[in-house]
T-cell receptor
Framework: DGGITQSPKYLFRKEGQNVTLSCEQNLNHDAMYWYRQDPGQGLRLIYYSQIVNDFQKGDIAEGYSVSREKKESFPLTVTSAQKNPTAFYLC????????????FGSGTQLSVL | RKEVEQDPGPFNVPEGATVAFNCTYSNSASQSFFWYRQDCRKEPKLLMSVYSSGNEDGRFTAQLNRASQYISLLIRDSKLSDSATYLCVVSLRNYGGSQGNLIFGKGTKLSVKP
C-alpha cells in the first residue's frame, strides 16, 4: 500500500544532541513537508521541498535542517540549536503542485531528556 | 497577518445530534479552504475541500462565506466515531510566490457521547 512512513514513533533527545527524524513516501509525490505541532496549537511549517535536491525554509526553520537527496525521502534533523524541540513532528507530501491536499505520516513525538 | 481562528471547544454532543463549527480567516487573499480531521496523537487527514458553492459529502456539509471570511462544517446524525479534532485550513496560494502556504487553525474538538 502507498503511504508515508515516519520513524521512530517516539524519540528522546539529550541536551546538545542532534537527532534525525525519518520520512519516506512511496506515493511518487514531488512535494514533501515537515510540520511541528505543539499541544493546543496549529501546525507550523518547518521546511518543504518541491523537488529533489531543493528545499525551502518554512515559518520556523531555525534549529532544523533537511535534505532531499531522493524523491522518496525527506529526513529532518533537529539540531542542538533548537532550544525547545519537544513537539509532535509531522511529515507530509502532496500530489498537487500547490501543496494544498496533504497526506501525512503518523508522526514522531520528540521529547527532551 | 496570517490567521485562522477556530473555537477550540470541546463540543460535547449526544449521538445523532447535528453540530456545526465555524472558522474565520483574516486574509482576504485566501484562495482555497479545507477541513482536516485529526484523532488524538494521530496525523491529520483531509476530510473535505470547501467550494464557493458549498459542498456535501454524506453527513458532512461545508460552506464558504467570502464576504464575511468564514467557513463552516456541519455534521448531521453524529456518530461516536466522529469524535476528533477538526482543523480548518486556508491556502494563501501565491502568498509571497512560494509553496507551503497552508495556514492551519488550532482545531475544534468534538466529543460525541452515547
Amino acid at each position: 500500500d502507498g503511504g508515508i512512513t515516519q520513524s521512530p514513533k517516539y524519540l528522546f533527545r539529550k541536551e546538545g544532541q542532534n537527532v534525525t527524524l525519518s520520512c519516506e513516501q512511496n506515493l511518487n509525490h514531488d512535494a514533501m513537508y515537515w510540520y511541528r505541532q505543539d499541544p493546543g496549537q496549529g501546525l507550523r511549517l518547518i521546511y518543504y521541498s518541491q523537488i529533489v535536491n531543493d528545499f525551502q525554509k518554512g515559518d520556523i526553520a531555525e534549529g532544523y535542517s533537511v535534505s532531499r537527496e531522493k524523491k522518496e525521502s525527506f529526513p529532518l534533523t533537529v539540531t542542538s540549536a533548537q532550544k525547545n524541540p519537544t513537539a509532535f513532528y509531522l511529515c507530509a507530501s502532496s500530489v498537487e503542485a500547490t501543496g494544498e491536499k496533504l497526506f501525512f505520516g503518523s508522526g514522531t513525538q520528540l521529547s527532551v531528556l | 497577518r496570517k490567521e485562522v481562528e477556530q473555537d477550540p471547544g470541546p463540543f460535547n454532543v449526544p449521538e445523532g445530534a447535528t453540530v456545526a463549527f465555524n472558522c474565520t480567516y483574516s486574509n482576504s487573499a485566501s484562495q482555497s479552504f479545507f477541513w482536516y480531521r485529526q484523532d488524538c496523537r494521530k496525523e491529520p487527514k483531509l476530510l473535505m475541500s470547501v467550494y464557493s458553492s458549498g459542498n456535501e459529502d454524506g453527513r458532512f456539509t461545508a460552506q464558504l462565506n467570502r464576504a464575511s471570511q468564514y467557513i463552516s462544517l456541519l455534521i448531521r446524525d453524529s456518530k461516536l466515531s466522529d469524535s476528533a479534532t477538526y482543523l480548518c485550513v486556508v491556502s494563501l496560494r501565491n502568498y509571497g510566490g512560494s509553496q507551503g502556504n497552508l495556514i492551519f487553525g488550532k482545531g475544534t474538538k468534538l466529543s460525541v457521547k452515547p
